[in-house]
C-alpha cells in the first residue's frame, strides 16, 4: 500500500519543525504529553521564537505576558495536533502506508535550489549554524511531509457549494467587493527651478496661469502637457495618469480633482515650488462588484472553509481518543 499525497514544496530553515518528542532529550521541562510521546519547552520555544520577539517589540508589561501566553498556547496546540497526526501516520505504516525516500530528497534539493541558490555547501553550514546535521533535518522535512499529506488525505474533496450559499457570503461580505470612487485624470506639473524661467522673464506661476488660459479656451490638454509638463514619468503621454483613486494623490491634489466634473480643468494648485493643472476625463463612483465577478471567488472561499473544518472534526476525534495532558 502506497501512501498518495500532493504537495508544494516549501520550506523555511528557521522554522523547521521540532524531531519527534521520544527522540529528543528532555532536559527543559515538559509542555505536553501526547499518548506516549512529550512535546517539551523548547519545542514551543521554537515553534514561537521569532514571532515572540516580534511581540516583545510592541507590547509591554501585562499586554506583552497576555499576548505571549495566547501565542505559546496556540503553538502548544498545533504542536499536540501534529503528534497526534504523527502518531496516526505510524499506525497507518503499519499497514504499508509510506512516503517514499525519493520524495524527501526532491524536498531537500529544492530548498537547496529555491533557498541556496543551488550551493549545498552553503545549505549544510546553514544547518550547522542552527544545530542540524543532514540526517537530522531530513527527518525533520519528512514529518512536515506526513503532517501535510495526512490533512490533505482526511478531507474529503467532494464539496457542493450552492447558490444560496454563495449568494449568502456575498450579502454578508460585500464591503470586501466595494469598488472605490475613481477617476481618469491627465495633470501638467510645473516646477520652480525646473528648465530655468522661460524667455521673456515669466516664472513659472505665471507660465502655469497662460497654459490653464490656453486650456480653458479649447487647447488639448495631452498637447500642452506634451509641450510644458516637467513630469518626466507622464510628459510623454499627455499628462496621462490613468484611471486613480483618492489614496493615489497627496490630500490637496486628491481634494481638488476629486471635486472636478468630467471635462472641467482645475485651478492651478501650488504645492511647494510646483504648480499643478488637473484635467478629469472621467468618473466612476463607488460601487459594488457585481456577484457573477466574484462568484468564482465565493465559491474557492467556502470550499476552503469546508476543508478547513473537514480537517478539524478528523483533529477533534483523534484529540477525543487521545491521552493529553497539558503541563506548561
Known amino acids: 500500500m502506497r501512501f498518495l499525497y500532493k504537495l508544494p514544496v516549501f520550506a523555511l530553515l528557521l522554522t523547521c519543525i521540532p524531531a519527534l518528542a521520544q527522540q529528543a532529550e528532555v532536559l527543559d521541562g515538559v509542555a505536553a504529553i ?16 521569532s514571532r515572540e520577539r516580534g511581540l516583545r517589540e510592541v507590547y509591554s508589561g501585562a499586554d506583552l505576558s497576555e499576548k505571549v501566553k495566547e501565542m505559546r498556547l496556540a503553538a502548544l496546540k498545533d504542536l499536540v495536533d501534529r503528534q497526534l497526526i ?18 524527501v530528497d526532491d524536498r531537500i534539493q529544492a530548498i537547496i535550489r529555491e533557498e541556496f541558490g543551488g550551493d549545498r555547501a552553503a545549505f549544510v553550514r546553514t544547518l ?27 478531507v474529503n474533496e467532494d464539496f457542493v457549494i450552492s447558490p444560496n450559499q454563495i449568494q449568502g457570503f456575498y450579502n454578508k461580505n460585500k464591503a470586501a467587493y466595494m469598488l472605490p470612487e475613481q477617476i481618469k485624470l491627465r495633470m ?14 515669466e516664472n513659472k506661476s505665471q507660465t502655469a ?7 480653458v479656451a479649447g487647447a488639448e490638454f495631452d498637447r500642452m502637457a506634451e509641450m510644458y509638463s516637467e513630469d518626466e514619468g507622464t510628459r510623454d503621454n499627455g499628462g496621462d495618469w490613468g484611471w486613480i ?22 485651478p492651478v494648485v501650488k504645492i511647494g515650488e510646483s504648480y499643478y493643472i488637473i484635467l478629469v476625463e472621467a468618473k466612476k463612483n463607488a460601487s459594488v462588484k457585481p456577484i457573477s465577478e466574484v462568484r468564482d471567488e465565493i465559491e474557492k472561499n467556502l470550499i476552503q472553509q469546508e476543508r478547513m473544518k473537514n480537517q478539524q472534526r478528523w483533529l477533534d476525534t483523534l484529540r477525543a481518543k487521545a491521552y493529553i495532558k497539558i503541563l506548561s
Not at 489614496?247 to 490637496?252: A, F, S
Not at 486628491?254 to 471635462?263: D, H, I, K, T, W
Open 34 to 49: 501526547v499518548n506516549k510521546d512529550v512535546i517539551t519547552i523548547s519545542q514551543v520555544r521554537e515553534l514561537i521564537g
Open 86 to 103: 504523527i502518531q496516526e501516520f505510524r499506525k497507518m505504516q503499519e499497514k504499508g502506508a509510506n512516503i517514499p525516500d525519493y520524495v
Open 128 to 154: 550547522q549554524a542552527q544545530g542540524y546535521t543532514v540526517t537530522r533535518f531530513k527527518e525533520i522535512e519528512k514529518e512536515k511531509i506526513v503532517v501535510q499529506a495526512m490533512r490533505q488525505a482526511k
Open 188 to 201: 501638467i506639473v510645473l516646477r520652480e527651478g525646473v528648465g530655468g524661467d522661460v524667455p521673456g522673464g
Open 209 to 215: 496661469d497662460e497654459i490653464r488660459q490656453k486650456l
Open 245 to 266: 483613486e483618492r489614496g493615489t494623490l497627496n490630500e490637496q491634489l486628491s481634494s481638488v480633482a476629486f471635486e472636478l466634473r468630467p471635462g472641467q480643468v482645475s
